[in-house]
């Protein structure tokens, strides 16, 4: 079991940049792949990206390819996601997530679903203005 806790959100301008990070609270964080969603107003859960339990892996949706770069610190129970050249359209409650294994791939997907997760945070919001 583990909990997270999210911080680094914020309002920035268009083509600014924040990195959120992540605080794991419990044992299991070194034995779990990471991942982010978000939620803009009215509209689903999205998922961003995902990193595996090493670290040597990672996976991203395809509107933030290139902009954004999730990483780990196991030594500091910590994952991060930097969002770079960031736009209006980003604008939305960011979700710290995990899932207990270590891989981010089952060999037919990637682990993109909502259902795929067990340990969620209570959310970040990041709001960028045009």
């Known amino acids: 079991q583990i909990e997270l806790v999210e911080s680094g959100g914020g309002v920035v301008s268009a083509g600014g940049s924040l990195r959120l990070s992540c605080v794991a609270n419990g044992r299991a964080f070194g034995n779990c792949a990471m991942g982010w969603f978000r939620q803009a107003p009215g509209k689903d859960l999205e998922f961003v990206a995902i990193i595996s339990a090493d670290g040597g892996g990672t996976y991203y949706e395809d509107s933030v390819k290139g902009r954004f770069t999730i990483s780990r610190d196991n030594a500091k129970n910590t994952v991060y996601l930097q969002m770079n050249s960031l736009k209006p359209e980003d604008t939305a409650v960011y979700y710290c997530?995990?899932?207990?294994?270590?891989?981010?791939?089952?060999?037919?997907?990637?682990?993109?679903?909502?259902?795929?997760?067990?340990?969620w945070g209570q959310g970040t919001q990041v709001t960028v203005s045009s």
């Open positions: 997530t995990g899932r207990s294994s270590p891989l981010l791939y089952s060999g037919i997907r990637y682990y993109t679903r909502v259902g795929d997760y067990g340990y």
